[in-house]
């Protein structure tokens, strides 16, 4: 078993690259790190190879043995786990029925949040604005618990994605911190596309106005507005119980 | 007006402590950074001091001048906003008859969102575990949006409140993710306490053993938990359309 020490490797040079975007869009990879997240990958047939410092992995796909050091340069916490895996990136699939656009997410954090809840709460499709975070940042890959492996999602340009579902008899729904209909009153449609906006200013108004209607959230007046991650998991759930 | 640049300066070396949480117990005093949480600690009278290196604040409080060097030293974050509050922590508040336990938090993003989903939803009094992150800590702080002012927040053994609250006849409501009553069934009481547990583990069972009955949320078979800010937001939102 040949285990690579050298930090200078070529192969670890030009994986390492994958902790930058730039790269990670060339070459349609990603990495991620731990068991758990392997794991996933694996299942979902997404895993083309494993980095590990350990004896043996059970894996069926190549699998390149490295010492911790070599280990941690392609890692991107401070204590990394044994196993890294490389994944390619998802094919694009037909939009569902139950469908999350998200329009401007920042913070990688809310956006692997999103994710997890929108498969808990059976959305069929995600699809994010060209201004929203990485998918593949890992920080978004984490927060997901790898239930980015789970969940169909593509980019595209809202308005245009918008203007094909009105098409197809798509409801959609805006959100807005006031106005509109409270979530509770909502009577779920087949098939339907619902709008969450960026952290700070929400869903943009030149969105907003493609909207058949605005949803919010009832809450004490003193608060006004909850993380988005937040919003977009209470709106799915009540929805869910709705349909 | 007197513009401290050294960094060596004593009373910013005092404050600089308050970074550190021992030094934060020791005082009862904490930070916090930029013009929204200052106004917020502000209004709700925790505000003593402000540190700035703005050239005048409409604050009516104790403020000192510094340069942009000084005031990085009192940050937390990469790029410092211009104005730093030093605050007396939360005094002891009598417990409300909405109460939310959380039982071994650990992660300060999730504590922060669940503060500001707790005021939106109308919770009086949250109550921490004594192994929960530092209510002080700067991400708590950042992530409840300036809530963490507007709630009731204290530090209890959880055993012990529960025993306490049962013989005031307070329902209590332990969480897990299977098992208990769907949560769209739940008719909320008049006093209830709601138990959140941590994000690997959950409510541990010593705890669970004391509720009255425990709750899920129906999620599809695929996903195994929720964010824990995620799964308390909509428990919350749910007991509030109840009630």
């Known amino acids: 078993m040949e285990v690579i020490t050298s930090l200078d490797n070529k192969h670890i040079k030009e994986l390492s690259k994958l902790l930058v975007k730039k790269y990670r869009d060339q070459s349609s990879l990603f990495l991620v790190e731990g068991d758990h997240l392997v794991e996933e990958a694996f299942r979902s047939q997404a895993l083309v190879e494993v980095?590990?410092?350990?004896?043996?992995?059970?894996?069926?796909?190549?699998?390149?043995?490295?010492?911790?050091?070599?280990?941690?340069?392609?890692?991107?916490?401070?204590?990394?786990?044994?196993?890294?895996?490389?994944?390619?990136?998802?094919?694009?699939?037909?939009?569902?029925?139950?469908?999350?656009?998200?329009?401007g997410i920042q913070d990688p954090g809310n956006l692997g949040t999103i994710i997890r809840s929108s498969v808990a709460f059976g959305i069929d499709t995600i699809i994010l604005s060209f201004d929203c975070v990485d998918l593949?940042?890992?920080?978004?890959?984490?927060?997901?618990?790898?239930?980015?492996?789970?969940?169909?999602?593509?980019?595209?340009?809202?308005?245009d994605v918008i203007h094909s579902l009105k098409e197809k008899d798509y409801v959609i729904y805006g959100t807005k911190v006031d106005g509109g209909i409270p979530i509770y009153t909502l009577v779920c449609p087949e098939k339907f596309a619902l709008i969450m906006g960026n952290e700070g200013n929400g869903v943009r108004s030149s969105i907003l106005d493609l909207c058949d209607m605005s949803l919010y959230i009832p809450t004490n007046k003193q608060v006004e507005s909850l993380n988005v991650g937040v919003a977009t998991s209470i709106i799915l759930y009540e929805m869910r119980c709705k349909k």
């Open 51 to 103: 980095i590990t410092c350990e004896d043996e992995v059970s894996y069926q796909v190549k699998t390149t043995f490295v010492s911790y050091e070599v280990l941690k340069k392609l890692s991107s916490t401070i204590t990394p786990q044994k196993v890294i895996g490389v994944c390619k990136k998802k094919e694009e699939k037909e939009i569902g029925k139950k469908v999350l656009l998200l329009d």
């Open 136 to 159: 593949y940042n890992d920080k978004v890959i984490r927060a997901s618990e790898g239930l980015l492996f789970k969940q169909a999602i593509i980019r595209r340009n809202l308005e």
